[in-house]
């Protein structure tokens, strides 16, 4: 088995890249001229999400953490309003994107958690 980088184990990197994978899912069904408008910016908004709290977790000051956090809130804010203009477009139906959609809230109150957290340990010290 190999040794795990330390955002692995975080739950809220894990369900991000699980929200990855079905923003991806989601994608491949969109027209194949939106390769490189939508679907791009959607799946690399998502991607964004995970990295950004990657490497918020490699960080070593807390304020530089909360700024990876926010950095990763705002990636996801992307990728659900794209979720949603897919939606409207017809790109792909409601039943696909509102799970997405549940899914992105979820993690988004957690992200906006962490980065309280994260703000609060950086004023302690």
């Keep these: 088995m190999r040794k795990q980088f330390p955002f692995e184990?975080?739950?809220?990197?894990?369900?991000?890249?699980?929200?990855?994978?079905?923003?991806?899912?989601?994608?491949?069904?969109?027209?194949?001229?939106e390769r490189f408008g939508l679907t791009s910016q959607m799946t690399r908004a998502a991607v964004s999400v995970a990295n950004n709290l990657?490497?918020?977790?490699g960080r070593s000051s807390f304020k530089d953490q909360a700024h990876f956090s926010n950095q990763a809130h705002g990636s996801l804010m992307e990728t659900a309003s794209d979720?949603?203009?897919?939606?409207?477009l017809g790109f792909a139906p409601a039943q696909a994107t509102d799970s997405l959609l549940?899914?992105?809230y979820d993690l988004a109150v957690r992200i906006h958690n962490l980065r309280d957290s994260q703000l609060r340990r950086a004023e302690a010290l």
């Design 9 to 33: 184990k975080l739950e809220v990197w894990q369900d991000a890249r699980k929200l990855v994978g079905g923003v991806y899912q989601c994608s491949r069904g969109f027209p194949k001229d």
């Design 54 to 57: 990657a490497e918020g977790c």
């Design 83 to 88: 979720l949603i203009i897919a939606t409207d």
């Design 102 to 104: 549940d899914q992105a």
